[in-house]
């Protein structure tokens, strides 16, 4: 069983950062890959960022490519979302998921997703 426990949401102003945290408890060699979505009302939940545990290896998607980063430290089972230059289209639940190699962008593809922390920008 794998348990994942977002935290690092909060109120910004555009042009603003956060930096989004994510442990995951219980981790097995099966799943190598942490990815990051959002959610904002009325739409539908949308890949982010994803990358594998082993390798470090990274993905995003085109809107937040060059302005947010996924890194993570194994030692301490997290990973994180540097989010820069925010912008209020960012505005959105983000929930972190895990996911068997190989890395994916596709929701149905994650097995484990955390309760979500709500990021909003303001303009």
């Known amino acids: 069983q794998v348990q994942l426990v977002e935290s690092g949401g909060g109120l910004v102003q555009a042009g603003g950062s956060l930096r989004l945290s994510c442990v995951a408890s219980?981790?097995?060699?099966?799943?190598?890959?942490m990815g990051w979505f959002r959610q904002a009302p009325e739409k539908e939940r949308e890949f982010v960022a994803a990358?594998?545990?082993?390798?470090?290896?990274?993905v995003y998607s085109d809107s937040v490519k060059g302005r947010f980063t996924i890194s993570r430290d194994n030692a301490k089972n997290t990973v994180y979302l540097q989010m820069n230059s925010l912008k209020p289209e960012d505005t959105a639940v983000y929930y972190c998921a895990a996911d068997r190699w190989p890395i994916t962008t596709e929701v149905s593809d994650y097995d484990y997703w955390g309760q979500g922390t709500q990021v909003t920008v303001s303009s």
């Open positions: 219980k981790r097995t060699f099966r799943t190598d890959i």
């Open positions: 990358l594998s545990w082993s390798g470090g290896t990274t």
